[in-house]
């Protein structure tokens, strides 16, 4: 191979043959930053502003090559936008909840705020994954140290050793205020994050 055609070589997929594939516009900046509305808007979400970053990792530790992240989430004060809650004084006008984003190389930076905690849960966000592959996955993500974590149903019902693959670590402070998070998902494998068959919230 030439430097001509090393130049134009793409990334390998990763290992498993079946997709989904995701055409390269499948994205929207948009929903990238939960926290900016759009251009020209001063309004935003009421809220601790956070920066999510991390890696999506295969089976032998490698990044994943293409995947689409999804994040679902409560606002500031613990509550879903949904056609249920439309209406309720706790809705924030500037928060969706919903946010998504395509990663080709495995790494993601996503920005949001702090969601609340919801009735009888610790703050979390749902992270949905699709990649090479893989239909769907779901797990969920939590905050270390934050004290509801001792009481949340989910992460009660795990294996003492599998709460802390769920954690999100702080780390550090971002120049505009927003505090940073460190979260990595194990798609499978040695020390696999849980997934889950489903979440609502």
């Known amino acids: 191979m030439n430097d001509e055609q090393r130049a134009?070589?793409?990334?390998?997929?990763?290992?498993?043959?079946?997709?989904?594939?995701?055409?390269?516009?499948?994205?929207?900046?948009?929903?990238?930053?939960l926290t900016r509305i759009h251009p020209g808007v001063v309004a935003g979400p009421s809220g601790q502003h956070l920066i999510l970053r991390g890696r999506v990792l295969d089976r032998h530790g490698s990044l994943a090559n293409g995947v689409v992240m999804e994040f679902w989430q409560a606002n500031a004060k613990g509550l879903y936008r949904t056609p249920a809650t439309e209406g309720?004084?706790?809705?924030?006008?500037?928060?969706?909840?919903?946010?998504?984003?395509?990663?080709?190389?495995?790494?993601?930076?996503?920005?949001?705020?702090?969601?609340?905690?919801?009735?009888?849960?610790?703050?979390?966000?749902?992270?949905?994954?699709?990649?090479?592959?893989?239909?769907?996955?779901?797990?969920?993500?939590?905050?270390?140290?934050?004290?509801?974590?001792?009481?949340?149903?989910?992460?009660?019902?795990?294996?003492?050793?599998?709460r802390p693959r769920l954690m999100a670590t702080r780390d550090g402070t971002a120049e505009d205020g927003a505090e940073i998070y460190r979260f990595d998902?194990?798609?499978?494998?040695?020390?696999?994050?849980p997934f889950f068959d489903d979440l609502e919230s």
């Open 88 to 162: 309720h004084a706790d809705i924030d006008p500037w928060f969706h909840g919903y946010g998504r984003l395509r990663s080709r190389g495995g790494d993601y930076t996503f920005r949001t705020i702090m969601p609340g905690a919801s009735e009888g849960r610790a703050p979390n966000i749902t992270v949905t994954l699709f990649s090479d592959g893989i239909n769907r996955i779901v797990t969920q993500m939590f905050f270390a140290g934050h004290p509801a974590n001792d009481s949340d149903p989910l992460l009660q019902a795990l294996e003492s050793e599998d």
């Open 8 to 33: 134009n070589a793409l990334l390998p997929t990763n290992e498993d043959t079946c997709g989904p594939y995701f055409p390269i516009y499948f994205g929207d900046d948009s929903l990238e930053d």
């Open 185 to 193: 998902i194990i798609m499978a494998g040695d020390n696999e994050t």
